[in-house]
């Protein structure tokens, strides 16, 4: 089955720690996002990668890293830097702009709690 | 730049009633359109979607009509059950960009 892989579902860390958060996919799509959702709220995007080894900050990258090395795989690391991390991150991945199926795929979420 | 705005919930409906949940966009030129579902602690899942003007997007009974002259692109159902309780989420992007905007979501709760 074709899809998004994002693990663990739930982690906990300590105020000051950073955490890499793992999303990948076998949907061969070119593009991945991270999202940030709050209880309520809408999705924010953090960062998106249109092809490998090339990324752009979303909305709100401020205390967020990625890197992208392999088509499949898209990991974001939650630095000490980031002031309010306790949150829900959702990786989502979809085909280059310009084709036709572009919908994002959403992978079922890993909820971070920073204590 | 390009936007969604979509009804405010929460939404309480009792089973089997009419359900709409309002989207309008704001966006150049033609960009198609997106109706996500997300259930308790999960990722959201596209329900529908609609790529040109007059199109309608349809599933699972839910449907909805890409309206130009009105920027809008409303979720629709005839009879929702309570399986259907969800936070729904409406979603544009641009054909030639990455970019995908979404609403705030609607929380819908039915009850039987």
């Known amino acids: 089955d074709g899809g998004i892989t994002q693990s663990p579902k739930y982690l906990f860390r300590k105020e000051g720690q950073n955490v890499t958060l793992s999303c990948e996919q076998n949907l061969n799509h070119d593009a991945m996002y991270w999202y940030r959702q709050d209880p309520g709220q809408g999705l924010r995007l953090i960062y998106y990668?249109?092809?490998?080894?090339?990324?752009q900050k979303g909305d709100i990258a401020e205390g967020y890293s990625v890197s992208r090395e392999k088509k499949e795989s898209f990991p974001l690391t939650v630095t000490s830097a980031q002031k309010n991390p306790t949150a829900f991150y959702l990786c989502?991945?979809?085909?280059?702009?310009?084709?036709?199926?572009?919908?994002?795929?959403f992978g079922p979420g890993t909820r971070l709690t920073v204590t | 730049g390009n936007s969604v705005t979509q009804m405010e919930g929460p939404v309480t409906l009792s089973e089997e009633a009419f359900l709409t949940i309002n989207c309008t966009y704001t966006?150049?030129?033609?960009?198609?359109l997106f109706w996500y579902v997300q259930y308790p602690g999960e990722g959201l899942q596209l329900l529908l979607k609609?790529?040109?003007?007059?199109d309608k997007g349809s599933n699972k009974g839910f449907e909805a009509t890409y309206r130009k002259e009105t920027t809008s692109f409303h979720l629709e159902k005839g009879s929702v059950q309570v399986s259907d309780s969800a936070v729904y989420f409406c979603a544009l992007k641009a054909y030639n960009n990455n970019d995908m905007r979404f609403g705030a979501g609607t929380r819908l709760t039915v009850k039987p």
């Open positions: 990668s249109q092809i490998v080894n090339d990324f």
């Open positions: 966006a150049t030129g033609y960009p198609s």
């Open positions: 609609a790529t040109k003007a007059d």
């Open positions: 989502a991945s979809s085909a280059r702009a310009g084709t036709d199926s572009y919908e994002q795929y």
